[in-house]
């Protein structure tokens, strides 16, 4: 039992570059959710599915997309990286949306953008 | 005003003494309260959660929730060295509202 994985662990992109963040979780939960963690400004919201079938903006999701591909992955696009989408991204699942169940968070990704 | 509130920290104590973690939230309908562990360079863990008024006890940790002061902390007793990390606070509102994160207390436990 994996629980959150997330590829990949580490990425250097150049301004203007593109990339997908990839997510799986192997809880059957059903809600998803995309965070991006900067010093001093703690997990902030980027995109959540609160199940298979619907995705919905958080509260930094300019510049980000998302597919909730199925239940199990819920994948994150950048499609013209900026440097302040430097940052590390955290994927996270938990079992339902509309009631307080705890997040499971993947390892991160530490994303650097020049 | 942000919606949940930590000191930064650092707040140092020495080892076998209690922290004392303080978070207040500014919507008064919320309804979960979580706290979670991130140690340097890892991602967060869940170590406690609290819906109802008063303390909630796990071990060496107590939760304590005052839904009139809109305020909620996290005790740890006979802190030790492997306690030391950074602690979030995390807020959801009633009904199909989100999960807010405080920006973290960093807690240093002094050997």
């Known amino acids: 039992n994996a629980g959150v994985t ?3 662990k580490f990425q250097v992109l150049k301004t203007g570059q593109s990339m997908t963040l990839q997510c799986a979780q192997d809880m ?9 963690q900067d010093p001093g400004m703690g997990l902030r919201l980027i995109y959540y599915s609160a199940s298979e079938g619907t995705t919905d903006k958080g509260e930094v999701p300019n510049g980000y997309n998302v597919s909730r591909l199925n239940k199990r ?8 990286a900026a440097p302040s989408q430097t940052s590390v991204y955290f994927c ?7 009631s307080g169940y705890e997040q499971y968070f993947g390892p991160g990704t530490r994303l650097t953008v020049t | 005003q942000k919606e949940v509130e930590q000191n930064s920290g650092p707040l140092s104590v020495p080892e076998g003494a209690i922290a ?32 109802s008024n008063g303390d909630k006890e796990d071990g ?27 602690y979030l606070c995390a807020v959801k509102g009633g009904g199909y509202q989100k999960v807010t994160f405080g920006t973290g207390t960093k807690l240093q436990v002094i050997p």
């Open chain 1, 6 to 8: 997330q590829t990949p």
């Open chain 1, 28 to 36: 059957n939960h059903n809600s998803m959710y995309w965070y991006r």
């Open chain 1, 73 to 80: 992955e819920f994948s994150l696009r950048l499609e013209s």
């Open chain 1, 92 to 98: 996270a699942s938990s079992e339902a949306w509309a």
């Open chain 2, 20 to 51: 004392s973690l303080n978070c207040t939230y500014s919507d008064r309908g919320s309804q979960s309260f979580f706290w979670y562990r991130q140690y340097s360079g890892k991602s967060p863990e869940l170590i406690m959660f609290i819906y």
């Open chain 2, 60 to 86: 060496r940790f107590t939760a304590q929730l005052n839904k009139a002061s809109q305020y909620v902390s996290l005790l740890i007793r006979d802190s030790q060295p492997s306690d030391s990390a950074t």
